[in-house]
């Protein structure tokens, strides 16, 4: 299932049970001990003096120690939460869920980025908070976790809920129907998505892309190489996002790049085009047979690749006082105006220079109205290959196959295309192939005409 359906979910029962949700980016406050954050907001108070309202720090050790011990904390009180490993942050906000009166314990990704030794511990926490009568939901893209972890396993989907494994159900299909359900329903003969014919024509009457022949249509060499890619996150630098990732694209010729949430196919991409995602990363380019520098986006542009780009990723820049905060590009206009992000971050090359020139390029104009216009110049310009990161995520069915017919015209004039998406039927529908990631990496790739279940068994492995 994924977060944002989770989260619809639960705020429709918040009102008839008590539950908490630990996303993946944790809230603790780091320089607060363990107690302070287990208790922060609801302090126990004791009367001294005859005035109301002063910490009983007593009585909040013991419970803390005691909540603590519940999931497997024993570090001791006065550490700092900055000092904790990874998995001890995780089952911390789970004791400050318990001090809050949680009967319902939602967990999104838990062991996410952990070591195996980190995510084991985990995982027999919660089951020991089910057994003890806590309800554990854990949101997961990763189908083997879900299998592994879960009494009962349901898919959620474009807001509707399937029940693949129930409590006591141990039919050996389990994995074949959790796959059916997560690519809804779609069996091997699927080869267009839901509600396109084979001419492209969705149930709104708009026309996509005509299906192509690759027999009849063998595009020449590759345009486009990118070789043994990785880079870490920029936030986290002990934590790779792309390990060794290698893709093309030729001539005439649109490559689709799917993947599920922290599968890299985004920062792959991204990462490429002037390192606008990720740390300094390793790997080459290769244009026509030859290297190219595509260390900063205007080394990629001169070398003929642009990107259009619509995610709005976070980044981090240093606002007057040295206090370093999180931001996005559409957060920036603001600050800048305010005149509180420093010069630093113009002149270094950091995630807020870069955010920061983002703002400068960024123009007033409708997301749908630059999309089209950029896809409507680029037969004619000079650029050779064309990256896009999630292009169609914010328009409507129309405005969707209008970039399909774009992409096919931009296709036609020789360019090579490069498309990542969570959408897997739209990269089937769109791509003369698809190259799937998972974990950072490049996993296998499927032809056109091969069925939503095929592709999602590389890109969620079990």
Known sequence: MDSPGLDAVLTRVAGAVAFAHVRRVSSLTATLDLADNVFLGIEPKRRFFGLPGIVDRAAMRTQATALLRKVDVYSPLPTLASRLDDASRVLVEAARALAHGATVLAFTEPTAGLTDAGAERVVQVLRRLANDGIAVVVASQRPSFALEIGDAVSVLSAGSVSVVLRP?????????RLLEAMAGG????????????????????????????????????????????STDDEFDLETPVVMGASL??????????????????????????????????SGTVFIDGLPVDTSTTMAAIEHGIFAIVTVQPKYRVRIVGGISAPATPSMLPALVKAGVVTRDDETRSTPGARALEAVRLRGRDDEWVRIRSLLELFPESQHRVLLLVEPTRELDAEQRAEVWLLLRVISAAGKAVIVASADLDELRAISDRVVAMAGGRVVGEVGRGASTLELLTLVAPL
């Open 168 to 176: 006591d159900d141990s039919r050996p299909d389990a994995r074949g």
């Open 186 to 229: 779609g069996g091997a003969a699927d080869a267009h998505p839901a509600g396109a014919d084979a001419a492209g024509t969705d149930a709104a009457g708009a026309t996509g892309p005509a299906v192509r022949d690759p027999a009849a249509e063998s595009p020449s060499g590759a345009v486009i190489e990118i070789i043994d890619w």
């Open 248 to 281: 093309s694209a030729a001539a005439g010729e649109i490559v689709g790049l799917a993947g599920l949430e922290g599968s890299g196919r985004n920062e792959l991409l991204l990462s490429v085009f002037g390192r606008t995602a990720g740390t300094i990363p």
